[in-house]
């Protein structure tokens, strides 16, 4: 139950630095082309995307309290930037329905 | 870089003290650079650790803890000194500073800590 | 300060030479760094006598200990014990026998009885060491490892000065573009992501070890004391030998209660001795140090110290730990990774591959720049080729060779030479590494795909080679709770899947043409400055 609760806590973080750096990269004008497949302008959403990646700290803190938290959340970071650059490279239109929950 | 012309009042005053432009431009090569970075950077980096140690003993710090911060730190600042020795504009006050201050802090640490 | 465009170039200096100087020493530290995360994990599948899940230990620590104590090790000045851990599963126990060498052996907490592994340096003494000696004699390892690491500083800071567009090209990786187009944002791209991770590890691995590379300016106000230096510093003890006969040691268990009882109320949660260590065991000034090395729920390492005085009884030392030395026992900490953290430890494991595939995607950025400028292939290519393929590909050869070695040799193989097998095994390191390095030279660029074809045969025969030596499978590992065996395996095979990607990759490599205007103008440059994204508007 513990380790159910403790890999959910780590699924909360990194969702939360996916779409904090899937907004960051639709501010960018080819990104968002890209995912929308039109010639709209991008959404100024990178305010709310260094929010999330910031708000991913916190469930880091819950797990693991703030010592591991400091190690656990940029590197959770770089797996969902990661994560993010290679759907944005082979399959940009996966992000459509978040982008699609942006405009609205 | 190699065809830098801003170069400074002060510079030029510490070049033609002494033989005029051939030290500016051997100053200013970047092998001389080079060389500044990593062994001036070195040594100005062990002066750091030296002098600042011995300041914060007198300054009432643990000897222990007074070790602790030159240390956690010294690597910064020898990146901070490489950096400086690539880019700078006066390569003559930089390496002077470098140089010198490695000298001083060298010289007066073991000084200062025999007191 | 303001960013100027001479300033900017002056970094593209520094940025391309200092990473063409260091980069094949810095791709072996992050390579050995990667796998030594998982050191342990490797010991275990190079020995399979040390496979077992871990269990609570039901033989005292009196019982393991003082045997020892008062037979083998009844003259050695020095005697140490560490406690079974959650990757380690036994208790090590060392000492120095009577022909002054230093001697360790493996307990099973269970039994009692010592455990005869293969013998073999492993994850632990060979990968591990490797990471930060480079096992280059009279430390000149040490010294090419902190030359690197300052150099990395150096390259991480130039590099994010001369990048101009981080934001825009964060995310931003192109594989269908020219392929130095593609190798550059491959190299932007790891960098980027985990830029915190790749300037802390050069800066607290120069920490760890600022005794040598500070040697001078941390003794003046010692006035050269080393062993006063690390007193203070890290609370030690500083006794010296007195030349009478050495005290009876009744129990350790008793102390380890003291300290245990000590911290915990000091740290108002409880705390666990998991190092025993004695100085001047056989001197009259014997002292005992137990130690809280490496807390599993912490970063910070090495907490908790009291050293005792094992004639009186007494403490002798004691100091709690100031804000500088618990700094630095959580930027160590940090470093060494012994805390208990699966998530953790595959995250640090992810972000040092990263650092390779950065490292490596840089050497060839500049090598594709360089060829641009000239029609022929310049020399200066060949031969950084030559050693970026021996210290990328080659290294990594080469540590698969010395696993397949490893599965190959009988256990009780005897060595040869005058080698035992330990050695053995690393001389084929060795072999294969410098064969590669030839191979590199002769093939020129063809050698790339060659050792990639060759890195994915030696992955898998390494896993069908535990599989035919000890029956470990990947599935009947994990049905054994051996989690450890079974990751290392699946490892290995996602690893040789990526070679055999890398190595197609690299046959289908199109012919490189001058439709890239972009390219065409960061090599036309002064300076190919690599990170110098100069990448138009689209």
Known sequence: MDMIIATLWLALAFVLSLAGCAMLAMTQKPHWRAITDSKSNPPKTAIPGWLCIAAALVPCII?????????????????????????LTYKPSLMRPFSALLRS | MTSVKSSSAMDDAIAAGLTGSRIRAVADSRTWRSVLAIFGGYAFTNGYVALLSVLLVYAGMDRGEAMWWPVLTAFLVFTAVVIWAAATTRPLLTSAIIIGGAAAMIAIAPWLAAL | MKITEDF???????????????????????????????????????????????????????????????????????????????????????????????????????????????????????????????????????WIVGFSS?????????????????????????????????????????????????????????????????????????????????????????VEASGDPAPEIASLQSYVDRAEAIWSVRNGEPAKVDLISIALANDANANITLRETFPSRAVSMSRNMTVFDAASGDIISDAPAGPGRKTHAWLSGLHFIQFNS????????????????????????????????????????????????????????????????????????????????????????????????????????????????????????????????????????????????????????????????????????????????AAAGAAGAAEPAMADAAVPAE
């Not at chain 1, 190690?71 to 990661?82: Q, T």
């Not at chain 3, 190798?183 to 760890?208: C, E, K, Q, V, W």
């Not at chain 3, 060779?401 to 001389?427: C, F, K, W």
Request: hydrophobic share 50%.
């Open chain 3, 150 to 238: 300052v150099a990395m500083l150096v390259l991480i800071v130039s590099g994010i000065f001369i990048h101009r567009k981080i934001i825009k090209d964060f995310f931003t990786f192109r594989p269908k573009k020219q392929l130095r187009r593609s190798t550059l944002d491959l190299h932007n791209l790891t960098s980027m992501i985990a830029l915190p991770f790749h300037f802390i590890f050069p800066l607290t691995g120069l920490i760890i070890f600022f005794s040598i590379y500070l040697p001078w300016a941390s003794a003046v106000p010692f006035q050269g004391d080393d062993q006063e230096k690390f007193a203070a510093m890290f609370g030690n003890a500083a």
């Open chain 3, 342 to 517: 699966w998530s953790l430890r595959w995250l640090y494991f992810i972000a040092g591959l990263s650092g390779c595939v950065m490292i490596a995607s840089g050497l060839m950025f500049w090598m594709r720049a360089r060829i641009r400028k000239g029609v022929i292939e310049p020399r200066s290519v060949r031969v950084v080729r030559g050693l970026s393929i021996g210290s990328i590909s080659g290294i990594i050869l080469s540590s698969g060779a010395y696993l397949v070695t490893n599965r190959i040799m009988p256990a009780q193989y005897e060595g040869y030479l005058g080698l035992d097998r330990a050695y053995s095994e690393v001389v084929i390191f060795y072999l294969v590494w410098i064969a590669s390095f030839i191979h590199a030279a002769i093939r020129g660029k063809a050698a790339w795909r060659e050792q990639a074809w060759a890195i994915a045969a030696t992955a898998l025969a390494a896993v069908a080679l535990n599989w035919i030596t000890t029956g470990d499978h990947p599935v009947t590992a994990a049905a054994q709770g051996l989690w450890q065996i079974a990751s290392m395996d699946l490892v290995l095979i996602a690893g040789a899947f990526a070679a055999i990607y890398a190595a197609r990759k690299l046959g289908a490599q199109q012919p490189e043409t001058g439709t890239d205007k």
């Open chain 3, 8 to 142: 900017r170039k002056s970094m593209g200096w520094l940025h391309t030479w200092a990473g063409i100087a260091v980069s094949c020493f810095l791709f072996m530290v992050f390579w050995m760094g990667s796998l030594a995360v998982f050191d342990s994990e490797i010991d275990q599948w190079m020995k399979p006598e040390l496979r077992a899940a871990p269990t609570e230990a039901s033989a005292s620590i009196d019982d393991i200990a003082l045997p020892i104590l008062q037979g083998e090790a009844n003259e050695s000045p020095r005697f140490f014990m560490t406690m079974p851990r959650h990757r380690r599963p036994f208790y090590s126990v060392g000492w120095v026998n009577g022909d002054g060498e230093f001697e360790r052996v493996q307990i099973n907490p269970q039994t009692g009885e010592k455990v005869t592994p293969t013998e073999s340096f492993a994850g632990t003494s060979f990968f591990y060491p490797f990471h930060y000696s480079l096992h280059l004699p009279d430390g000149i390892g040490y």
């Open chain 1, 63 to 87: 797990r693991d309290g703030i010592s591991f938290a400091m190690l656990l959340w940029p590197l959770i970071f770089a797996l969902a930037a990661f994560s993010i650059a290679m759907t």
